[in-house]
């Protein structure tokens, strides 16, 4: 069993930075392939980044490419997701989530095992 913590979300003005936290407690972090998602009200859950298990690969879609960087510190348990030149449309709840083992995609929801209890990001313009 894995626990997922997010933290570090707020309200930010368009085109400021917030910095996202994921400590994981549980089995061994450094397993996991790691990945964030954001769900806005009344739309569907939509993947912003994953990284693998030793930090070596990151994956982003166009959306956000270029404006968010996932990282992770396996010593300390911990995914991180820098977002800079945030938009309103970038107002969502923000999930952290966990995935053991190779199946799917980075992007694929179902690939992910364990999921954290969200933290709000708000953007205003």
């Known amino acids: 069993q894995v626990q997922l913590v997010e933290s570090g979300g707020g309200l930010v003005q368009a085109g400021g930075s917030l910095r996202l936290s994921c400590a994981a407690s549980g089995r061994t972090f450094s397993s996991y392939t790691m990945g964030w998602f954001r769900q806005a009200p009344g739309k569907e859950r939509e993947f912003v980044a994953a990284?693998?298990?030793?930090?070596?690969?990151?994956y982003y879609p166009d959306s956000v490419k270029g404006r968010f960087t996932i990282s992770r510190d396996n010593a300390k348990n911990t995914a991180y997701l820098q977002m800079n030149s945030l938009k309103p449309e970038d107002t969502a709840v923000y999930y952290c989530?966990?995935?053991?083992?190779?199946?799917?995609?980075?992007?694929?929801?179902?690939?992910?095992?364990?999921w954290g209890q969200g933290t709000q990001v708000t953007v205003s313009s």
């Open positions: 990284i693998s298990t030793s930090g070596g690969s990151t």
């Open positions: 989530a966990a995935a053991f083992g190779s199946s799917g995609t980075p992007s694929d929801a179902w690939k992910y095992d364990y």
